[in-house]
T-cell receptor
Framework: NAGVTQTPKFQVLKTGQSMTLQCAQDMNHNSMYWYRQDPGMGLRLIYYSASEGTTDKGEVPNGYNVSRLNKREFSLRLESAAPSQTSVYFC???????????FGSGTQLSVL | AQKITQTQPGMFVQEKEAVTLDCTYDTSDPSYGLFWYKQPSSGEMIFLIYQGSYDQQNATEGRYSLNFQKARKSANLVISASQLGDSAMYFCAMRERGAGSYQLTFGKGTKLSVIP
């Protein structure tokens, strides 16, 4: 009964380093999302994928890239991390009806 | 303009009392959905309740109900008989149809503290 699995849970990077956040879902959902959460800002959409092979920008895409590897997996890459990218990152997935998004447990990322 | 507005950064409620968390929204999509999520201090996002724009009745899920006033574009969450475990951040969110998929836009949240 895994749902949405994100890795890693915690990560510390130095400015300029790169990393990839992994996300996988086992609910056969078409849509997957990456959000970031900053204090006082709620959750803001970075990128989303309506289906395998498609990706679209959300509200705050700058500094990020994504890959929808297959229906299950949707990864988020930081090519050159900046302190402004210090945040908690959530992956989510949803079905065709759009009635509910299921969230992963989050990744706490610090960029020094 | 913000799509989702939560005007109460923090709220206090006495245990066993009811509390209303406010949410207003703005959209031109006729087919939208409204959600409430709970985020306890452990950090996970927990789905509470959903209301579709065409639903005639207010949604209810146990102690949670959504007071949906379409003309006023408001979707307030009512928690009855508050419990200590209800202390958390609460986020209102709206689903709209984007490019080939649904997008969820979140408000900035309300921190609810339940007092014994």
């Amino acid at each position: 009964n895994a749902g949405v699995t994100q890795t890693p849970k915690f990560q510390v990077l130095k400015t300029g380093q790169s990393m990839t956040l992994q996300c996988a879902q086992d609910m056969n959902h078409n849509s997957m999302y990456w959000y970031r959460q900053d204090p006082g800002m709620g959750l803001r959409l970075i990128y989303y994928s309506a289906s395998e092979g498609t990706t679209d920008k959300g509200e705050v895409p700058n500094g990020y890239n994504v890959s929808r590897l297959n229906k299950r997996e949707f990864s988020l890459r930081l090519e050159s991390a900046a302190p402004s990218q210090t945040s908690v990152y959530f992956c989510a997935s949803g079905g065709q009806g759009g009635e509910k998004l299921f969230f992963g447990s989050g990744t706490q990322l610090s960029v020094l | 303009a913000q799509k989702i507005t939560q005007t109460q950064p923090g709220m206090f409620v006495q245990e066993k009392e009811a509390v209303t968390l406010d949410c207003t929204y703005d959209t031109s999509d006729p087919s939208y959905g409204l959600f409430w999520y709970k985020q306890p201090s452990s950090g996970e996002m927990i789905f509470l309740i959903y209301q579709g724009s065409y639903d005639q009745q207010n949604a209810t899920e146990g102690r949670y109900s959504l007071n949906f006033q379409k003309a006023r574009k408001s979707a307030n969450l009512v928690i009855s008989a508050s419990q200590l475990g209800d202390s958390a951040m609460y986020f209102c969110a709206m689903r709209e149809r984007g490019a080939g998929s649904y997008q969820l836009t979140f408000g900035k949240g309300t921190k609810l503290s339940v007092i014994p």
